[in-house]
């Protein structure tokens, strides 16, 4: 894939994973639901996640009030699917300061857009675990 293509894919990406995070914002757990493949598996500090405990999350209201995603890479992982790894810095409704992790994505397309498959959390050294 030359540069140029590899950048709008990134982009592309990008867009669908602040989606996910927009959705958490919101305490939207429809649209979150329809960002995530029905065999969505997370990995987190707290264990494994399938789609509807990633949803499920949402019934007590948001889980996120605000988010920045930096330094995104993507890594190209077939034709029809990447890897989107990136440093999320968000704040928890209540929090008292902001916490960081590594977040690490994978995107299957399907059709014209793409759903999320799998996801991982690292939470930063001295970071809070979620």
Excluded at 8 to 24: D, G, P, S
Excluded at 39 to 60: I, K, N
Excluded at 100 to 111: F, L, P
């Amino acid at each position: 894939m030359d540069h140029n293509g590899h950048s709008t894919v990134l982009t592309e990406i990008l867009e669908q994973e602040t989606r996910v995070w927009q959705a958490l914002v919101e305490g939207n757990a429809e649209a979150d639901k329809a960002a995530l493949h029905a065999d969505f598996l997370g990995v987190y500090p707290s264990g494994f996640a399938t789609r509807a405990d990633h949803c499920d999350q949402l019934q007590e209201g948001p889980t996120v009030s605000s988010f920045e995603l930096t330094d995104p890479r993507l890594l190209q992982l077939g034709k029809d699917h990447v890897c989107l790894s990136y440093l999320a810095v968000y704040h928890r409704p209540g929090a008292a300061s902001r916490d960081t992790m590594y977040v690490s994505s994978i995107w299957q397309r399907q059709g014209q857009g793409w759903l999320n498959l799998f996801s991982q959390d690292t939470p930063t050294a001295g970071s809070t675990p979620v």
